[in-house]
């Protein structure tokens, strides 16, 4: 459970967000358990995100993240993933596409059914 998931602490992850930033403790956990990335030392919390990106998420999060890294394709790998257990479904966003909230209601959805 989530819940139960002791907060990483020990340092900053990313530049744009240091100690001081009020989602701090959830940003480096999640960093820490290998959920999030960012790109070129920033993580960029403000922004939107793009569909695959709620997907390699997901399927972190739902363990199957180490397998498909090791895949030569990781994007294709993440997308074929998240059509082979239900990710997609109700989703009418291709990968590069911004969610909205509808979506990412959904995605969240099939990911607890998946």
Same mark, same amino acid.
């Given at each position: 459970? *989530?819940? @139960?998931?002791?907060?990483?602490?020990?340092?900053?992850?990313? #530049? @744009? $967000?240091?100690? %001081?930033?009020?989602?701090?403790? !959830? &940003?480096?956990?999640?960093?820490?358990? =290998?959920?999030?990335? =960012?790109?070129?030392?920033?993580?960029?919390?403000?922004? !939107?995100?793009?569909? &695959?990106?709620? $997907?390699?998420?997901?399927? %972190? $999060? *739902? =363990?199957? =993240?180490?397998? &498909?890294?090791?895949?030569? @394709?990781?994007?294709? #790998?993440?997308?074929?993933?998240?059509?082979?257990?239900? *990710?997609?479904?109700?989703?009418?966003?291709? !990968?590069? #596409?911004? *969610? @909205? $909230?509808? #979506?990412?209601? !959904?995605?969240?959805?099939?990911?607890? %059914?998946?």
């Amino acid at each position: 459970m *989530l819940a @139960d998931i002791k907060t990483f602490d020990n340092g900053v992850y990313f #530049e @744009d $967000v240091d100690e %001081n930033h009020s989602l701090f403790a !959830q &940003i480096s956990t999640a960093a820490g358990l =290998g959920i999030v990335g =960012g790109y070129d030392g920033k993580f960029n919390p403000d922004r !939107q995100i793009s569909y &695959i990106e709620a $997907v390699i998420m997901i399927e %972190n $999060v *739902l =363990g199957y =993240g180490a397998y &498909i890294e090791t895949r030569s @394709d990781k994007i294709s #790998e993440y997308m074929k993933f998240a059509i082979e257990i239900g *990710l997609n479904e109700g989703i009418s966003s291709i !990968q590069s #596409e911004l *969610l @909205d $909230v509808r #979506e990412t209601a !959904q995605i969240l959805y099939n990911a607890g %059914n998946a």
